[in-house]
């Protein structure tokens, strides 16, 4: 018995495509071919518009859709939900503590695009405990709500001043390390974590770390002349030195039933502190980099840590840019009252100038 060859396309040709079966030619299938007939102007533009429109219309009738959705669920039913606090956020999603149980939790899809700002370390949510989400995915629970916060700490977006980029939810006081050398301090820098720590209503505290890389007694003298002035304006300061464990002790007692938020520049040993505190916590300590006497970066994103003496502690990675955000041209004076009363020494006059340049004017038409 002779077996007929298989089926042999042939190449696609002003839109038909031919078969052979057995030798003899298939009656020819058309096929769409929609950019072709664009092109030869089987389309028109009112045609193209009478078919689908993309525009403000259907953008916004999306959104409304979207919160309609997120609304479905009545506020009581969210309020019987688990409440956990957020203790690391990671790209894709979050840790959320829940009677001393961390969750996997990822964040409903309605609730990330109505919401007016993201998910942060400290925020309390109301979040669905799902066991069955394991048999599909690695999460256990999806989040349903974001508490109202009480306080937040927030810097400007880099890229883009006028938004705010939050860092920390619900913090009591804001601890502002700079070391003495290695980086060299920028006191402009800390001047700008300051602004941004009373802005959000957390308390502002100096640590100045590394105080054994003084390079003469006037080193020393002189950066302590810059913590007094910061005494006079009650704003907390104090010294520290993680190697020597110099000042541990005490700010230990600073740190004891607060929830701390831990920033300053690169390298500038938040890390050891929190080590040097808590010496069984496994913390990253990076190096400084001998090219440019720079720290580099080991703490990627906020984490928070208990302490043993009561509260906790949440390490940020380091900026070396910190805009300040909720703060104006007009009302930056505020947070420079010795610039007002003319008592501000040169470093202090220097700082505001450059802050106030930074801040850019309202925009046209704002009120």
């Given at each position: 018995?002779?077996?007929?060859?298989?089926?042999?396309?042939y190449?696609?040709?002003?839109?038909?495509?031919?078969?052979?079966?057995?030798?003899?030619?298939?009656k020819?299938?058309?096929?769409k071919?929609?950019?072709?007939?664009?092109?030869?102007?089987?389309?028109?533009?009112?045609?193209i518009?009478?078919?689908?429109?993309?525009?403000?219309?259907?953008?916004h009738?999306?959104?409304?859709?979207?919160?309609?959705?997120?609304n479905?669920?009545p506020?009581?039913?969210?309020?019987?939900?688990?409440?956990?606090?957020?203790?690391?956020?990671?790209?894709?999603?979050?840790?959320?503590?829940h009677?001393?149980r961390?969750?996997?939790?990822?964040?409903?899809?309605?609730?990330?695009?109505?919401?007016?700002?993201?998910?942060?370390v400290?925020?309390?949510?109301r979040?669905?405990?799902a066991?069955?989400?394991?048999?599909?995915s690695?999460?256990?629970?999806?989040?349903?709500?974001?508490?109202?916060?009480?306080?937040?700490?927030?810097?400007?977006?880099?890229?883009?001043?006028?938004?705010?980029h939050?860092?920390?939810?619900?913090?009591d006081?804001m601890?502002?390390?700079?070391?003495?050398?290695?980086?060299?301090?920028?006191?402009?820098?800390?001047d700008?974590?300051?602004?941004?720590?009373r802005?959000?209503?957390?308390?502002?505290?100096?640590?100045?770390?590394?105080?054994?890389?003084?390079a003469?007694?006037?080193?020393?003298?002189?950066?302590?002349?810059?913590l007094?002035?910061?005494?006079?304006?009650?704003?907390?300061t104090?010294?520290?030195?993680?190697?020597n464990?110099?000042?541990?002790?005490?700010?230990?007692?600073?740190?004891?039933?607060?929830?701390?938020?831990?920033?300053?520049?690169?390298?500038?040993?938040?890390?050891s502190?929190?080590?040097a505190?808590?010496?069984?916590?496994?913390?990253?300590?990076?190096?400084?980099?001998?090219?440019?006497?720079?720290?580099?970066?080991t703490?990627?994103?906020a984490?928070?840590?208990?302490?043993s003496?009561?509260?906790?502690?949440?390490?940020?990675?380091?900026?070396?840019l910190?805009?300040?955000?909720?703060?104006?041209?007009?009302?930056?004076?505020?947070?420079?009252?010795?610039v007002d009363?003319?008592?501000?020494?040169?470093?202090?006059?220097?700082s505001y100038e450059?802050?106030l340049?930074s801040?850019?004017?309202?925009?046209?038409?704002?009120?």
């Open positions: 018995m002779r077996l007929s060859p298989p089926p042999v396309p190449p696609l040709v002003h839109g038909y495509s031919t078969t052979i079966v057995q030798g003899r030619p298939k020819p299938s058309r096929t071919d929609v950019t072709r007939a664009f092109q030869t102007g089987a389309y028109d533009d009112d045609q518009e009478a078919q689908e429109r993309f525009g403000d219309k259907s953008k009738y999306q959104h409304h859709k979207t919160i309609k959705t997120q479905a669920r506020d009581e039913e969210i309020d019987k939900l688990p409440r956990g606090e957020v203790i690391q956020v990671h790209s894709l999603f979050s840790e959320v503590l009677e001393d961390p969750y996997r939790c990822t964040q409903r899809k309605t609730l990330a695009k109505v919401s007016d700002t993201q998910l942060v400290g925020d309390f949510v979040f669905d405990i066991p069955e989400l394991n048999d599909i690695t999460f256990e629970g999806v989040i349903e709500r974001i508490e109202p916060r009480r306080t937040v700490l927030a810097r400007s977006d880099s890229f883009k001043a006028r938004d705010v939050p860092i920390v939810a619900n913090a006081q601890l502002i390390v700079a070391a003495l050398h290695l980086p060299e301090v920028k006191w402009g820098l800390v700008r974590m300051v602004i941004a720590a802005s959000g209503g957390l308390d502002a505290i100096v640590c100045l770390n590394k105080i054994d890389t003084a003469s007694e006037k080193d020393l003298a002189d950066a302590d002349a810059i007094v002035h910061y005494e006079s304006l009650g704003i907390r104090h010294r520290t030195c993680a190697i464990k110099m000042g541990i002790d005490q700010l230990q007692q600073m740190l004891k039933d607060k929830k701390t938020v831990l920033a300053g520049h690169s390298g500038v040993g938040k890390s502190l929190v080590r505190i808590e010496p069984t916590l496994d913390i990253r300590i990076g190096d400084i980099s001998a090219v440019h006497s720079k720290g580099m970066h703490t990627t994103s984490r928070r840590y208990a302490l003496v009561g509260g906790f502690v949440v390490d940020t990675p380091g900026v070396k910190f805009g300040v955000w909720n703060v104006s041209r007009d009302s930056l004076i505020e947070h420079f009252p010795d009363s003319g008592t501000a020494p040169d470093w202090r006059r220097e450059r802050i340049e801040i850019a004017p309202p925009e046209p038409g704002a009120t």
